[in-house]
Structures are given as C-alpha cells and as structure tokens.
C-alpha cells in the first residue's frame, strides 16, 4: 500500500500560480506512475497529468496543457504539480493518486491509493 498526501492549495487571482505537493509513503517500489485529478462541484473527476514513476514521462489533460507542469523527486518520494496562468475553470479539489498497477495513467480507475484533495480556487 502507498499513502499520499497534498498540500498547497489555495485562493489565486486569474492569470496567478499555484505549486501542488505530494507526498507518497509506504510501498513506494510498487509505484508505477503518480497522478493528479480534480473535480469541481457537479462535474465528473477530471485527469490533470501523471507522471510514470521509473522513467518520468508526462501525461496531460487537453484543458491544462502548456500551463501545469507535474514533476516528482524520487529521492523525497514527492510529486509536484506547477500550476501556471490559474483560470477560473481551473476551480476545483485537486486529488493526488497512487497507481500501483500500471495501465492507463489518464484514467481514475487504475488508481488505487488517494490522498484527502486539496481546494484550488481562482477568482476571476
């Protein structure tokens, strides 16, 4: 089992940026990739990016590209994601996940371990 936690949410204006943390514990040699969600009030869990644990390739949601950017140390067994030029759409509690069993990296299901969300919110 891996455990994650987020910090770093927060209130910004449009145009801001934000930096997501995530912390993973336990059995982090499982790990195959480490994932960022986020869903808004009425609206369905949303892929952000993901980021394969052994070779760092990224992965993106089209509503996001060009602006976040998601990173991890794995010395510090952290995943960051950098967000940038925040819009009020962007609203939402952002979700960092653990998946442990390979797969699709852009879809919820093949995540296993979630942390509590973190509230980003961006005025307009």
């Known amino acids: 089992q891996v455990q994650v936690v987020e910090s770093g949410g927060g209130l910004v204006q449009g145009g801001g940026s934000l930096r997501l943390s995530c912390a993973a514990s336990g059995q982090t040699f499982l790990l195959y990739a480490m994932g960022w969600f986020r869903q808004a009030p009425g609206r369905e869990r949303e892929f952000v990016a993901a980021?394969?644990?052994?070779?760092?390739?990224?992965y993106y949601g089209d509503p996001v590209k060009g602006r976040f950017t998601i990173s991890r140390d794995n010395a510090k067994t952290t995943v960051y994601l950098q967000m940038n030029n925040l819009k009020p759409e962007d609203t939402a509690v952002y979700y960092c996940?653990?998946?442990?069993?390979?797969?699709?990296?852009?879809?919820?299901?093949?995540?296993?371990?979630w942390g509590q969300g973190t509230q980003v919110t961006v005025s307009s």
């Open positions: 996940a653990a998946n442990s069993r390979g797969g699709n990296f852009r879809g919820h299901t093949w995540y296993d371990n």
């Open positions: 980021i394969s644990w052994t070779a760092g390739i990224t």
